[in-house]
């Protein structure tokens, strides 16, 4: 073996701003670099490719984004631990302080663009979403490599020889652990390739659906198994392992990947719109 176990101790500050010492961590950077950067720049590509109004794109990020962070937190609160924050409500805007959900920040989107489809473009939301998700997988990466970053997010304790030890983890910081966020990562960047793929060598934007449905099965078919190997977030969902042989993260992937079956059983088997 190369390899026995892989030491990370990596500070989640990339730096410190001088003068007022406020740290700007790499997950921040990540969520900046994948939301404000590579996304908008391979829309922008998709957008001058069909001739679409530049103002619709420069509204669907604003949407995107508003949608995405209201509905991470929400979905934090809600799904893993509704008691508390129905106790502390004030702590629900208090987002700065940790706890996103990326099956919370998803349904905040789907409603957002349920919203822009009506405001903006006066389109069907499939319309939108089949653009809208060619580089979200790479988004999606970027922030599980910002979890890295963190050393948060990660699995069970593992003999593999690619096993990380998370010295800065709140579990198991002297084991070597699945590194999960990378076993994510490495899929959803080839999930936004498929879609790359798709658009632009197959135009299957033409079939309404079916790359928002290749997308969806793709990152939630892989977040329902590498949750297998992940550590639960909160304590009720070892009740839930032992009861459903699922955790939360995972029953919450259900309902999206029967929706990328149907999508993608819809837009083969009706008659394309180009």
Not at 21 to 32: C, P, Q, S, T
Not at 45 to 57: G, H, L, R, T
Not at 184 to 196: M, R, T
Request: hydrophobic share 50%; with cysteine; proline share 5%.
């Amino acid at each position: 073996m190369l390899l026995s176990y892989i030491t990370w101790n990596v500070s989640p500050a990339l730096f410190t701003i001088p003068g007022i010492d406020r740290e700007v961590r790499w997950y921040a950077f990540a969520f900046v670099l994948g939301l404000f950067i590579i996304g908008p720049w391979i829309l922008k590509k998709i957008w001058n490719n069909e001739k679409i109004p530049s103002e619709w794109m420069e509204s669907l990020i604003y949407y995107v984004f508003f949608g995405m962070i209201i509905g991470a937190r929400l979905g934090h609160c809600l799904f893993y631990d509704p008691l508390y924050y129905f106790a502390h409500p004030l702590e629900i805007i208090a987002f700065w302080n940790g706890g996103l959900a990326s099956h919370g920040g998803t349904i905040g989107i789907i409603i957002a663009i349920w919203l822009y489809s009506r405001k903006v473009t006066h389109k069907s939301m499939l319309w939108t979403f089949d653009r809208l998700v060619v580089p979200v997988g790479f988004v999606a990466a970027l922030i599980r490599l910002g979890n890295l970053m963190n050393s948060e997010v990660y699995g069970h304790p593992t003999s593999l020889p690619w096993g990380f030890i998370f010295v800065r983890g709140a579990e198991y910081p002297d084991s070597p652990c699945h590194p999960t966020q990378i076993y994510e990562a490495i899929p959803y960047v080839l999930v936004s390739f498929i879609c790359l793929y798709l658009y632009w060598k197959c135009a299957a934007y033409k079939r309404q659906g079916l790359i928002f449905g290749v997308f969806l099965l793709g990152i939630f078919v892989t977040r329902f198994f590498v949750e297998y190997l992940k550590n639960v977030q909160e304590p009720f969902e070892l009740q839930m392992l032992e009861t459903m042989h699922i955790n939360m993260g995972q029953a919450l992937s259900i309902p999206f990947i029967i929706a990328g079956v149907w999508l993608v059983y819809r837009a083969l088997t009706t008659k394309s719109t180009g």
